[in-house]
């Protein structure tokens, strides 16, 4: 089993910034890709951004892209989400999710992720 803690949202104000952190822990000795999603109130879950094992790869939402970094310290079992530039539209709850078979052509699906964190509340305000 692999657990997922999220950890770093918060209130910030239109403009701000806030690095959401997801640590892994469990069956941490596979190599998984490691994508960040979020709800907003009476909205689907949607995806954010997603990174592969190596760091090297990443992807993101079109509505993000350019505002938000992921990144991973495999040696902390930990991946963040930069989260620059924020919008009120940003507020969300962030939930974080992994797995260890997806490929970056199915990053995007949030039904391929075997494994989720609780989720943090990220609140813009305007």
């Known amino acids: 089993q692999v657990q997922l803690v999220e950890s770093g949202g918060g209130l910030v104000q239109a403009g701000g910034s806030l690095r959401l952190s997801c640590a892994v822990s469990g069956r941490t000795n596979r190599r998984y890709a490691m994508g960040w999603f979020r709800q907003a109130p009476g909205k689907e879950r949607e995806f954010v951004a997603a990174?592969?094992?190596?760091?090297?790869?990443?992807a993101y939402a079109d509505s993000v892209k350019g505002r938000f970094t992921i990144s991973r310290d495999n040696a902390k079992n930990t991946v963040y989400l930069q989260m620059n530039s924020l919008k009120p539209e940003d507020t969300a709850v962030y939930y974080c999710a992994a797995d260890s078979r997806i490929t970056p052509a199915t990053w995007r699906a949030l039904g391929e992720y075997d494994y989720w964190g609780q989720g943090t509340q990220v609140t813009v305000s305007s």
């Open positions: 990174i592969d094992w190596s760091g090297i790869r990443t």
